[in-house]
């Protein structure tokens, strides 16, 4: 039995003006789990759950 996913990622390119914060995101977060975004200051990590919650409009890539 393959597992499903509640959310996937293909080629995601996000970012603000023009500026690429996110650029060639691929994932797959498992449905019925616990996930976490790991990251520095300032690398991307709420332009990538924006963009996933489709506050923001991918420049380029999918959201499924």
């Given at each position: 039995m393959t597992p499903q996913h509640?959310?996937?990622?293909?080629?995601?390119v996000a970012g603000?003006?023009?500026?690429r914060v996110v650029d060639g995101i691929d994932?797959?977060?498992?449905?019925?789990?616990i996930s976490v975004i790991v990251g520095a200051n300032a690398c991307g990590?709420?332009?990538l759950l924006k963009t996933i919650s489709r506050l923001l409009t991918p420049q380029e890539g999918a959201v499924v």
């Open positions: 509640a959310i996937r990622t293909e080629g995601l603000y003006g023009g500026r994932m797959e977060i498992p449905s019925g789990r990590k709420s332009t």
